[in-house]
């Protein structure tokens, strides 16, 4: 399996907000989004090759049960139902954090943390060439995340660009076959700095407001800014 890194931080968005723990950060992703802040793992993957028992050392080294499966995209990562296997053996708490574009396939995971693209984050065609039809066309699967939300605990996860995006939040959403709660939507502004993050801020916090979403902060971005292994 290609690792982009591996990594102990404390998430820093969600429902786990400031709990510490061990992430994997697989290489590669099926998707170009415009806004990436991890193109080390989407646009250019990076990374060595490492295999299960290499992977399962690096996470044991680490003081906690929770444990995050991230890319790039890691339901596309050769062996990632195997990894989550192994970490449920070993009692670990497993989120994986996708874009629900691959179905779970009966996955190990305790918290799905899906961040379904919407429309802001497709990428010009002058940016990226045959990325841009490629990404439009395969960014938001509703038949495939309906099953990810009507089989584990979720969280829905979307980066909200403007007030505009809220409209086809509610499109995107109307289109699943099973009914979300309010709280289980997230609404967290796009930026890959405190200052990006905190324009948006107050706008967000309406919306949220407004249709008893859930703000998700980046926790992470505050205290440690957009660098790697945080």
Known sequence: MRIAEIF??????????????????????????????????SWNPEGPEMNMDQILAEISRHPTQFVVLTGGEPMIAKGIHELASALRAAGKH???ETAGTIAPAGIACDLASISPKMSNSTPSVEQTGPWHQRHETTRYQPDVVSDWVGNYPFQLKFVVSSPTDLEEIESLLSGLSVEIPPHKVLLMPQGVSSEEIYARSNTIVDLCKSKGYRYCARLHIDLFGNRRAT
Do not use: H, K, M
């Open 8 to 41: 102990y931080s404390i998430q820093g968005e969600g429902e786990l907000t400031g709990v510490p723990s061990v992430f994997v950060r697989t290489s590669g992703c099926n998707l170009r989004c415009s806004w990436c802040d991890t193109p080390y793992a």
């Open 94 to 96: 497993i989120t994986i």
